[in-house]
C-alpha cells in the first residue's frame, strides 16, 4: 500500500471557514441566477449587483470548494505557450484579443482587492515559461516574440531565481497570485442582501428558459429573467460543450520551505513534462506549491504515482523534506485554445455559460464574470466574438478527432472491463470494475472490508467509470464525471448519483 506525504485537501480550502449562507428561499424571483460559486459565477454576480440587479448565486457544495478552490491561484496572461500558436492558427487581431481580455482580467482583481480592501494575500510578481535543455529554446523565443508583437510585458530571460538552471525562459511583468479562497467568500459576502441571495448545498437538477426562466433545484424553483451556468462543464448538455473540451486533471503537493530558499515569482515548464511553481504565506513562513502531472480525467488508475513524481521533484530540486498538503484538481480544456462565453445555443436568449477554461481559470473565469456580466446588461464587449460560446467549433482538428475518437472508445470498450470478475475478487483498498448479475459494477473494498458497490454507468452520458486510487473515487473518461465510492456525485457535468447496489443481494 502506498503511502502518501500531507492532508489530502486543498490549502486554500483547509485554511478558510466553512461559512452559512442564505437559507434556500423557493419560487424566489430575481433578475439572474447563476449556477456555480466559483471565480466566473462570483465575479458575475459581483459586477451584476454593483450594476443594480438581484442575484441568486447557487451552489451544489460550499462556496469555491470545486475547481476554483483547488487551482494553483495563479493571475497570469502568461498561459505556458499559447502566443505563437494563436497567431498562426486564428491571426494577430484575434490573438492580441486573447491577450487584452486576459490582461484585463489581472486589472480587474486588483481593482476588486484594491476596492474592496480583501485581504487574500494578493501580490504582484513576474510569472515565466521556462525551458530546461537547449532544445527547447526556439519555442521559448518564438513565444517571446508572439508576446512582444501583441503588446504584452514579455522579455526572454536566461537566469531565474529557481534553484537549478535553464535554457531559457518567458518572463511576464506585473502579473499576480493570491489567495483564492479568502478572495472568493469576500466577495461572496458582499452579494448578499437588497434582494440578491446565495445557496450553497442546493443542486441544480434543471434548468428552462422562459420568461422568466426557471432554475429546478433539490429543494425548489428559482426564477429569474436570465441564468449563467458557471458549473466547469456546464450541466446542460444542449451546447455539446462536453464534445467541443475535453477533462483534464492534475495534482498539487505543497510542502513549508524555508524563504531564503524559496524561489521568487511564479513558473511553469514547457509541454506535457511541465512542473508549475509558486510560494504562498504559510504559518508565519512560506508554502512551496509544486503541480503537474496532468493526464485526461479517467484514464490513469494508479494516481498515487502522480504525487510521488511530484514529491521527488520538490524534494530533489528545492531540497524539502516534509509536505503538508497534496490535492488535485480538473479543468476542461478546449479544442481551439479559447474558452467558450456566451449564450447556451443560438436559439437561447437567457441562458448563458462559461467553459473551456484550459487550466487557466483565475483569468478565464474573471474575464468569463466580465464578459457575461456585460451581455446581461446589454453592454459591447470587445471580447464576445472572439469567446462566444456558439461559434463554430474545430472538430475536424488533431486535437478534436483525437478526443472524441477516445470517448468512443471508452463507451464501448470498456464494458468489456471486469466481465470475470467479481465482489469476491476486490482486495482490501481496491477499487475494481465487476460484474454481478450481469450487471457492470464499480466496487471498492475499504481497508475494514467493507464493500461499496455502485452502478459502473455514469449517469451522464452512460459510459463506465475508472477507478482513481489515490482519490478513492470513480471518474468518468469521456466527460469527466468524478463520483465517490459511495456513488455520490463530486464533479459535474453529471448531476444524479450512482445507483448503489447491495452486494449482500447480489
Same mark, same amino acid.
Given at each position: 500500500?502506498?503511502?502518501?506525504?500531507?492532508?489530502?485537501?486543498?490549502?486554500?480550502?483547509?485554511?478558510?471557514?466553512?461559512?452559512?449562507?442564505?437559507?434556500?428561499?423557493?419560487?424566489?424571483?430575481?433578475?439572474?441566477?447563476?449556477?456555480?460559486?466559483?471565480?466566473?459565477?462570483?465575479?458575475?454576480?459581483?459586477?451584476?449587483?454593483?450594476?443594480?440587479?438581484?442575484?441568486?448565486?447557487?451552489?451544489?457544495?460550499?462556496?469555491?470548494?470545486?475547481?476554483?478552490?483547488?487551482?494553483?491561484?495563479?493571475?497570469?496572461?502568461?498561459?505556458?505557450?499559447?502566443?505563437?500558436?494563436?497567431?498562426?492558427?486564428?491571426?494577430?487581431?484575434?490573438?492580441?484579443?486573447?491577450?487584452?481580455?486576459?490582461?484585463?482580467?489581472?486589472?480587474?482583481?486588483?481593482?476588486?482587492?484594491?476596492?474592496?480592501?480583501?485581504?487574500?494575500?494578493?501580490?504582484?510578481?513576474?510569472?515565466?515559461?521556462?525551458?530546461?535543455?537547449?532544445?527547447?529554446?526556439?519555442?521559448?523565443?518564438?513565444?517571446?516574440?508572439?508576446?512582444?508583437?501583441?503588446?504584452?510585458?514579455?522579455?526572454?530571460? !536566461?537566469?531565474?531565481?529557481?534553484?537549478?538552471?535553464?535554457?531559457?525562459?518567458?518572463?511576464?511583468?506585473?502579473?499576480?497570485?493570491?489567495?483564492?479562497?479568502?478572495?472568493?467568500?469576500?466577495?461572496?459576502?458582499?452579494?448578499?442582501?437588497?434582494?440578491?441571495?446565495?445557496?450553497?448545498?442546493?443542486?441544480?437538477?434543471?434548468?428552462?428558459?422562459?420568461?422568466? %426562466?426557471?432554475? !429546478?433545484?433539490?429543494?425548489?424553483?428559482?426564477?429569474?429573467?436570465?441564468?449563467?451556468?458557471?458549473?466547469?462543464?456546464?450541466?446542460?448538455?444542449?451546447?455539446?460543450?462536453?464534445? !467541443?473540451?475535453?477533462?483534464?486533471? %492534475?495534482?498539487?503537493?505543497?510542502?513549508?520551505?524555508?524563504?531564503?530558499?524559496?524561489?521568487?515569482?511564479?513558473?511553469?515548464?514547457?509541454?506535457?513534462?511541465?512542473?508549475?511553481?509558486?510560494?504562498?504565506?504559510?504559518?508565519?513562513?512560506?508554502?512551496?506549491?509544486?503541480?503537474?502531472?496532468?493526464?485526461?480525467?479517467?484514464?490513469?488508475?494508479?494516481?498515487?504515482?502522480?504525487?510521488?513524481?511530484?514529491?521527488?521533484?520538490?524534494?530533489?530540486?528545492?531540497?524539502?523534506?516534509?509536505?503538508?498538503?497534496?490535492?488535485?484538481?480538473?479543468?476542461?480544456? %478546449?479544442?481551439?485554445?479559447?474558452?467558450?462565453?456566451? !449564450?447556451?445555443?443560438?436559439?437561447?436568449?437567457?441562458?448563458?455559460?462559461?467553459?473551456?477554461?484550459?487550466?487557466?481559470?483565475?483569468?478565464?473565469?474573471?474575464?468569463?464574470?466580465?464578459?457575461?456580466?456585460?451581455?446581461?446588461?446589454?453592454?459591447?464587449?470587445?471580447?464576445?466574438?472572439?469567446?462566444?460560446?456558439?461559434?463554430?467549433?474545430?472538430?475536424?482538428?488533431?486535437?478534436?478527432?483525437?478526443?472524441?475518437?477516445?470517448?468512443?472508445?471508452?463507451?464501448?470498450?470498456?464494458?468489456?472491463?471486469?466481465?470475470?470478475?467479481?465482489?469476491?475478487?476486490?482486495? $482490501?483498498?481496491?477499487?475494481?470494475?465487476?460484474?454481478?448479475?450481469?450487471?457492470?459494477?464499480?466496487?471498492?473494498?475499504?481497508?475494514?472490508?467493507?464493500?461499496?458497490?455502485?452502478?459502473?454507468?455514469?449517469?451522464?452520458?452512460?459510459?463506465?467509470?475508472?477507478?482513481?486510487?489515490?482519490?478513492?473515487?470513480?471518474?468518468?473518461?469521456?466527460?469527466?464525471?468524478?463520483?465517490?465510492?459511495?456513488?455520490?456525485?463530486?464533479?459535474?457535468?453529471?448531476?444524479?448519483?450512482?445507483?448503489?447496489?447491495?452486494?449482500? $443481494?447480489?
Amino acid at each position: 500500500m502506498v503511502i502518501l506525504s500531507g492532508t489530502p485537501v486543498s490549502y486554500w480550502i483547509d485554511s478558510t471557514p466553512e461559512n452559512n449562507f442564505s437559507p434556500f428561499v423557493d419560487n424566489l424571483l430575481v433578475d439572474v441566477a447563476i449556477v456555480g460559486a466559483g471565480i466566473a459565477g462570483l465575479t458575475a454576480a459581483t459586477l451584476l449587483k454593483r450594476a443594480g440587479k438581484t442575484v441568486a448565486v447557487i451552489e451544489s457544495k460550499q462556496i469555491a470548494t470545486g475547481t476554483s478552490g483547488h487551482t494553483t491561484a495563479k493571475v497570469t496572461s502568461l498561459h505556458q505557450l499559447i502566443y505563437a500558436d494563436l497567431i498562426e492558427q486564428l491571426g494577430k487581431e484575434k490573438a492580441r484579443i486573447y491577450a487584452e481580455s486576459n490582461q484585463a482580467a489581472i486589472d480587474r482583481v486588483a481593482q476588486f482587492v484594491e476596492e474592496e480592501r480583501i485581504e487574500c494575500d494578493f501580490s504582484r510578481q513576474s510569472a515565466y515559461t521556462f525551458a530546461e535543455f537547449p532544445e527547447d529554446l526556439k519555442k521559448i523565443e518564438a513565444e517571446v516574440e508572439a508576446a512582444i508583437a501583441l503588446g504584452l510585458p514579455a522579455s526572454f530571460v !536566461k537566469e531565474t531565481s529557481l534553484p537549478f538552471s535553464i535554457a531559457g525562459a518567458v518572463k511576464f511583468d506585473n502579473q499576480a497570485q493570491f489567495h483564492v479562497r479568502k478572495y472568493l467568500l469576500h466577495l461572496a459576502k458582499n452579494i448578499l442582501g437588497n434582494g440578491s441571495y446565495l445557496f450553497e448545498e442546493t443542486r441544480v437538477e434543471a434548468v428552462e428558459e422562459g420568461n422568466p %426562466s426557471q432554475v !429546478k433545484t433539490n429543494k425548489g424553483v428559482v426564477r429569474a429573467q436570465d441564468v449563467i451556468v458557471t458549473t466547469n462543464l456546464p450541466i446542460l448538455n444542449e451546447g455539446l460543450f462536453f464534445a !467541443k473540451t475535453y477533462p483534464k486533471r %492534475s495534482y498539487i503537493v505543497a510542502a513549508p520551505i524555508d524563504p531564503a530558499k524559496a524561489p521568487e515569482g511564479m513558473f511553469i515548464g514547457i509541454d506535457n513534462r511541465y512542473r508549475s511553481i509558486r510560494t504562498t504565506p504559510y504559518d508565519g513562513g512560506l508554502l512551496l506549491l509544486v503541480g503537474g502531472e496532468g493526464h485526461k480525467t479517467g484514464t490513469v488508475e494508479d494516481t498515487e504515482k502522480c504525487y510521488l513524481r511530484l514529491e521527488e521533484y520538490a524534494r530533489s530540486r528545492f531540497g524539502v523534506d516534509s509536505f503538508a498538503y497534496r490535492w488535485s484538481t480538473q479543468d476542461m480544456v %478546449s479544442f481551439d485554445k479559447l474558452p467558450y462565453i456566451g !449564450k447556451l445555443t443560438p436559439f437561447n436568449n437567457h441562458i448563458y455559460v462559461a467553459t473551456g477554461f484550459s487550466l487557466w481559470g483565475m483569468t478565464k473565469g474573471t474575464l468569463s464574470g466580465m464578459l457575461l456580466s456585460d451581455l446581461i446588461l446589454g453592454r459591447n464587449n470587445p471580447w464576445a466574438d472572439l469567446c462566444d460560446a456558439t461559434r463554430a467549433t474545430p472538430f475536424v482538428s488533431q486535437t478534436s478527432i483525437k478526443e472524441n475518437a477516445d470517448v468512443a472508445v471508452h463507451w464501448l470498450g470498456d464494458r468489456f472491463k471486469g466481465l470475470t470478475s467479481s465482489l469476491a475478487s476486490v482486495s $482490501q483498498g481496491e477499487g475494481k470494475l465487476v460484474t454481478v448479475d450481469g450487471k457492470k459494477v464499480a466496487a471498492y473494498r475499504d481497508e475494514g472490508g467493507t464493500i461499496h458497490a455502485v452502478s459502473a454507468t455514469c449517469t451522464h452520458l452512460g459510459c463506465i467509470v475508472n477507478w482513481n486510487s489515490a482519490e478513492k473515487s470513480w471518474d468518468c473518461p469521456c466527460h469527466g464525471a468524478r463520483f465517490s465510492c459511495d456513488g455520490e456525485v463530486l464533479h459535474g457535468p453529471a448531476i444524479d448519483n450512482l445507483e448503489k447496489i447491495n452486494p449482500k $443481494q447480489s
